[in-house]
């Protein structure tokens, strides 16, 4: 009877279910997509760790840009109003130097005018005469030029005045003054005019000047038929407008 007690009765083993290896397959990859979560968030993090300096540095960067792009406008501003400025400032100067020589051409005018009437006074009456208004003016044609100017008596009530007026071209050829002949000067029959007024006398003219040339300046000379009129002789600068 004892030795039948020592004998190991054998046992059958069963291997695993279906059922239960389909278990411990889907906890294994549970458990896979629960460290793949957890590395994706975790570099997730760390991206947008990296990424919010990058941010905040185009956030200033953007910045920096809007306020060069208004301290370009600004100068922009400042450079318009800088250019109106130096243009007023040149118009000012400009129209400064037109009113100097009006007024320095009027006082000439008036000291002319004051010297023809102490002349009268010495010589003891009789008509004197001013040459006033003289232009001259480029015409289309090289070379040419058209002039006009006045005469006019400034004694009042001496009557008529009669006469003849000369103008005379005289500048410089190879250097040298000299005034050419009339036969040079073509329309030279217009530098001679008659002259026939009681108060004043408007004449004009054209005058085309030969290429070796260079007119300085020109004498218009008022020759009266009568002594009681003083002849005049006034220079004027060659300076076409």
Same mark, same amino acid.
């Given at each position: 009877?004892?030795?039948?007690?020592?004998?190991?009765?054998?046992r059958?083993?069963?291997?695993?279910s279906?059922?239960?290896?389909?278990v411990v397959?889907?906890?294994?990859?549970?458990?896979l997509a629960?460290v793949?979560?957890?590395?994706?968030s975790?570099?997730? @993090?760390?991206?947008?760790?990296?990424?919010?300096?990058?941010?905040?540095h185009?956030?200033?960067?953007?910045d920096?840009?809007?306020?060069?792009?208004?301290q370009?406008s600004?100068l922009?501003? @400042?450079?318009?109003?800088?250019?109106?400025? @130096?243009?007023i400032?040149?118009?000012?100067?400009?129209?400064?130097?037109?009113?100097?020589?009006?007024?320095q051409?009027?006082?000439?005018?008036?000291?002319?005018?004051?010297?023809?009437?102490?002349?009268?006074?010495?010589?003891?009456?009789?008509?004197?005469?001013?040459?006033?208004?003289?232009?001259?003016?480029?015409?289309?044609?090289?070379?040419e030029?058209?002039?006009?100017?006045?005469?006019?008596?400034?004694?009042?009530g001496?009557?008529?005045?009669?006469?003849?007026?000369?103008? @005379?071209v005289?500048?410089?050829?190879?250097?040298e003054t000299?005034?050419?002949?009339?036969?040079?000067?073509?329309?030279?029959?217009?530098l001679?005019h008659?002259?026939?007024?009681?108060?004043?006398q408007?004449?004009?003219?054209?005058?085309?000047?030969?290429?070796d040339f260079?007119?300085?300046?020109?004498?218009?000379?008022?020759?009266?038929?009568?002594d009681?009129?003083?002849?005049?002789?006034e220079?004027?600068p060659?300076?076409?407008e």
């Open positions: 009877m004892d030795q039948h007690r020592d004998v190991v009765t054998p059958i083993v069963r291997p695993a279906s059922a239960a290896r389909a397959v889907l906890s294994i990859l549970v458990a629960a793949v979560i957890w590395a994706f975790a570099g997730r @993090q760390d991206g947008v760790g990296m990424l919010k300096p990058l941010s905040e185009m956030c200033t960067t953007e920096e840009r809007e306020a060069l792009a208004e370009v600004e922009k501003q @400042q450079n318009i109003v800088l250019e109106q400025s @130096q243009q400032d040149r118009e000012v100067k400009r129209n400064l130097s037109k009113q100097i020589k009006e007024a051409d009027e006082r000439l005018a008036l000291e002319k005018e004051v010297s023809f009437l102490r002349r009268l006074v010495q010589e003891g009456g009789g008509g004197i005469l001013q040459v006033k208004d003289f232009t001259l003016e480029a015409m289309d044609t090289p070379g030029f058209r002039y006009s100017f006045a005469v006019r008596q400034l004694v009042q001496f009557g008529e005045s009669t006469g003849k007026i000369e103008i @005379q005289i500048g410089k050829r190879d250097d000299t005034e050419p002949s009339l036969d040079e000067l073509a329309g030279h029959n217009r001679h008659k002259m026939k007024f009681n108060h004043f408007n004449l004009k003219g054209s005058i085309k000047v030969p290429g260079k007119p300085e300046k020109l004498v218009v000379t008022v020759k009266p038929e009568t009681k009129i003083t002849p005049v002789s220079i004027f060659w300076s076409p």
